[in-house]
């Protein structure tokens, strides 16, 4: 099984890096969607010319029926009469050979549909595993989070630490503000300046204030100055927070995607007698735009065939199984479209929560810088991902 998220690795390391994989990406993808589009075509193409065949067969065969039921009446000699009969009676079985014919053209062209977006989100599915990196990455990427980025703040903390260590026998609040701090070890390193600890550090750090003398007038208002720097970027990984916890929800429906996703693709392979080491190494991995048509040209036939087999093997419920597969299939696309409309639409919060501090005089250099970068993110997004087109042709994917 495929993972949806990349080993730490592989993880991009720069927004830089992630739109020149992601441009490389979205150029495979719009390459990828041609070939399936094409063999799309050829699908409804054919599909349309044998229907129009079997039409004319059928109208033909209606002709004759009603000129054999005319000429029946007119006859008056018995043998003549019987002849006729025996006439009708197969021209009557050959239309409704013609009617089932037609009904296997339907399924054989929906079957084929079917498989062929089926093995082609083989190919769709993997940049979503790029992008859940990128979010991996442009989540670490947030400096703005980081209080120690910011001009002074190192300095000043280290006054304020070497205070909580001098003080904390004296008093109770400074012990346990001094031990929280030291309990999350990474303060300093990044971590996020929210839950229970910030009432704890705000409350020291208005200690640390409230106890400098007279004399410290610069210090106390640099101080104060990092309290309300520290408190802004509290909020700021609060409000960050809320778009993270998405991301979860939605890492986690990726994997149950490709849990299925595999699946499905393993059973559908199966019934058309496909490898799937072989299906792996010659469609999923071949970058040859037309060894991949002619691979997914084959899979198409082998597609029609499945079904005209079972129809033969298994006539009474021969199109069961092929219903089956074909919601499935159509299930996977209709996810597959929500899943990237969610992600499109998380990403357009950072959006919102970055134009919420880009005004801010101490938050703002650093959020501007993000907004270009989040830019990058979008834009190679939208190049590669059209979430309304998955939702759309998923419902439009079956000829009726």
Known sequence: MKKIILPAFLLLTTINHAKSQTNTIAAD?????NIRTKVLSEIQSGFESRTRMLDST???????VSYLDKSI????????KSEKLI?????????????DQTELNLLQANYQSAFVNLVSMDREIKPLVLFNSTKTFFSSLSDAGNPMN????????KGFSDYLQAEK???????????????ANGFTKGVPITGPITTALFTGMNSYIDNMGKKEKDLKAQSEQMLTLTMKISQFDYDKDQIEHEWESIAKELQELQTKYDKTLTTNLKMVGVDKVAFQRDFSAENDAEMRYQYLTNL???????????????PKDWKQSTFVQMGDVQNLRLRFGQITLRISQNIVKYKELFDKYQNDPQLGSKIKDLQFKLKDLQESFDKTFDPMDYINSANKMYKI
């Open 73 to 80: 009446l007119d006859t008056k000699d018995s043998k003549e």
């Open 29 to 33: 993808s719009i390459n990828d969607k």
């Open 150 to 157: 910011y001009d002074g703040y190192t300095k000043w903390y």
């Open 300 to 314: 198409r036939d082998k597609a029609a065939k499945c079904v005209a087999d079972e129809r033969q093997n298994n």
């Open 58 to 64: 059928v109208e033909k065969l209606d002709a004759r």
């Open 169 to 183: 026998s004296k008093s109770p609040l400074l012990s346990v503000t001094s031990n929280l701090i030291g309990f």
């Open 87 to 99: 006439l009708r009676v197969q021209a009557i079985e050959d239309k409704q050979k013609t009617i």
